[in-house]
């Protein structure tokens, strides 16, 4: 059975033995098992601990085991203090919440810093049963029953074929310590009724019952699958548009479906909306009607739904320094040092002369009162809402266009038009691309 | 709490005022209440009562209960006893299947032959919660979470969206009496282990969970309607085929998707199929390669997987008479007299002469030896294994062919080609339509 174990984990892992692995570990039986296995399949990992400071003198004595053990086992190891409770109240998130974009946002950039090509978590098949049954009791939909991949980009889970109850026989067995693991007491109090009141009657019933989930789950991921492949043909058929900061969709072809709010609820159930009977209803309300979850708005406008990110008063003007390669938020903008040939203007992609440029730029939505000279008029001014109402910008659209600006000149009516000043000219030494992801 | 009960119902059945209801009531809280909230509402019903002999003198006395409960009220009831243990042994099934064939079975006769127009029954929200922790705990796919459909065809379940709880408190606001539920003891174990044992906690957890559970279900079936409409458009496309006896599936474009097994589960799923990966190495096997399920087949042909019934050697011979207008097993075929006009002869449609005929016709699938004069060949007999040949017909369309006789001659190669000797002619009287469905 431990063979079995450690073939499985060797076989499952192979593709990792010549990578840099990151080990995320709480010093909890979990943790402690998979650095146990992974040290002694001699992968190449090192450590990471977050100490959330949620347990005081607990959580340090947590933090010096997993040191010890880094010692005994001579493998590198990160440990990151954390003000938890702090972080938590700033950002409006629970506890759990806020440990959780903690440590994954700290796991990722110690990644990306020390070119770690993998990040080890030691969740397994009980926690990812007790996922479904808190998501299945809160109510959820498909993607809430579909739980926790093996592999999701750089994060993988080796462990979670596996049962706590091997797990605990494995730890046993090979005579492992480990410290009791830390976890937010909410959660663990639904846990802790699920794993001791509920779960133990269901292997009762059925006692392959996580055999059956993990097949559960294969067929759940399946009928997820058939469904992107239905969403990835509306976008084909031009259904469903990206736009810069959203995405729009087609009354007209939506409302052609059997089950509209069922695709309302794939589309949207992302983006925070809850309000299905308000959302469908916008189907067949005036234009200009909205609807909004937290950081999102749903338009009706004339043909589409629009779909748009609300933007906070402090984001709305950014800052571009000449070494800034990329822009995120809210429109992805890139920026490349053009040596030689230029390809043709288009709406996404603008090429100016460089030394034409005040740095910093900015990034703002426009505003009423702002003018440019648009490329290819002759050097003729314009007002912005001219230009917008010219180009039959919906209400939305308008209130989403965003003009990138070196001082107080508009470059780029962004996705739209280049502003003539700053084009490219054959004295150009050195030309900029400017490019809408 | 009792009015808004009422009016609920009075509402959702508002589309049933006007028709005849039969109502399944097997004496227990659930069957009794929805019978006395009818009778209150002055509904148009008569009762349905199976006694299906499993529990002696209390079966007896549950089928005296509900017979007293329809003097009382004055509402016309039926009974019905079954040898469920026999038909169960007989058919192979568990008690609680063979239970279910012989209730359903019996409802639909009635409501057919008395002209019923809806069938109703008593499963409420607890049911349904139960059903889907069943359903997962012995590991299901996403049909298997969807619940009990509310209407379905002529099956109407009024009070599926309220809780047990809610049905006893109503049941002894009114004073009811009812009989303890009948039901299957392995189910009866199971359902009262997830009653007593799991639900609660789970209601702990979330105090609204009946609630929760609900908009659960309803995502779930959105998820499924989306999967339905890209199903559907595979149809459009070509990509799987209806044929008489199944259908078939594109190799070449079932390849072409992400998730193959994905599609090969929800298109063989229902039919019993179960070894998936055997299924799925069909589609690189060498042509003829065959997967079985208990009553279906699949094989690789060169370009499709073709899915077929097993044939059972009882039925491979049919007897046609006269008077029936229509044969269903395992073709579908429709016989019409028509007095005039004839359309076009088609592959799926044929003319013939019906004097020419010798009843009872028979419809069996072809021999070695068979021959016939094929429509339009000038009266020249062919064997029909090289037609079928000459046909490009595959190994498995061969052995699923069928051939209509008068006597030992054949009348039709089905949904191939009619025979010259029976064809309409100028002096015929009666001309006999018939069509594959």
């Known amino acids: 059975m431990i063979g079995n ?27 402690v098992v998979l650095t146990y296995l992974c040290y002694k399949l001699g992968f190449n990992i090192a450590l990471a601990h977050c100490n959330f400071n949620l347990r005081g003198k607990e959580s340090d004595a947590d933090e010096d085991f997993v040191l010890q053990l880094a010692e005994d086992l001579d493998l590198e190891v990160f440990v990151e203090s954390f003000d938890t409770t702090t972080f938590a109240q700033d950002s409006k998130l629970s506890i759990q919440m ?46 809430g029953l579909t739980g926790i991949p093996e592999i999701n980009g750089k994060l993988v889970r080796p462990l979670l074929p596996f049962s706590r109850e091997f797990i605990e026989f494995y730890a046993k067995e090979n005579h492992l310590k480990w410290r009791d693991d830390s976890s937010n007491a909410s959660t663990k109090y639904m846990r802790n009724k699920l794993r001791h009141d509920v779960i133990p009657v269901l292997k009762e019933i059925n006692p392959s019952l996580l055999q059956s989930f993990q097949t559960t789950l294969n067929n759940l991921q399946g009928s997820c699958d058939i469904i992107d492949d239905r969403i990835e043909a509306l976008f084909k058929e031009g259904i469903i548009k990206l736009t810069p900061t959203g995405f729009k969709l087609s009354i007209f072809e939506i409302k052609k479906f059997h089950n509209i709010k069922a695709y309302l609820y794939r589309f949207l159930n992302a983006y925070g909306f809850t309000e299905w009977d308000d959302v469908t209803n916008l189907l067949n309300a005036q234009p200009g009607k909205q609807v909004f979850s937290k950081h999102w708005r749903l338009v009706k406008d004339r043909d589409y739904l629009l779909l748009s990110e609300l933007v906070d008063d402090e984001r709305s003007i950014i800052t571009i320094s000449e070494t800034d390669k990329q822009v995120e938020t809210p429109l992805g903008i890139l920026f490349f040092d053009e040596a030689d040939a230029i390809l043709e203007t288009s709406k996404t992609i603008v090429y100016v002369d460089k030394t034409t440029l005040n740095f910093p730029l900015t990034l703002r939505t426009w505003e009423e009162g702002d003018v440019f000279f648009p490329l290819g008029m002759d050097g003729k001014k314009k007002k912005v809402s001219k230009y917008l109402k010219d180009e039959k910008q919906s209400l939305l659209e308008k209130e989403q266009t965003w003009v990138l600006c070196s001082g107080k000149a508009i470059i780029w009516i962004v996705g739209m038009r280049a502003d003539n000043r700053f084009k490219v000219s054959e004295n150009t030494k050195h030309i900029l691309r400017i490019e809408l992801k």
Chains 1, 2 share one sequence.
């Not at 892992?13 to 840099?20: E, G, Q, R, V």
């Not at 080890?120 to 299945?136: C, G, K, Q, S, V």
């Open 5 to 31: 174990f450690e073939t499985h984990i060797n076989a499952k892992l192979s593709f990792l033995k010549n990578s840099k692995l990151l080990l995320a570990i709480s010093g909890g039986i979990d943790s």
């Open 98 to 143: 806020a440990a959780r974009i903690l440590r994954y946002d700290w796991f990722e950039t110690l990644a990306k810093q020390l070119k770690y090509d993998y990040i080890l978590t030691a969740h397994h098949a009980d926690d990812n049963l007790e996922t479904f049954l808190i998501n299945f009791t809160r109510g959820t939909g498909l993607d």
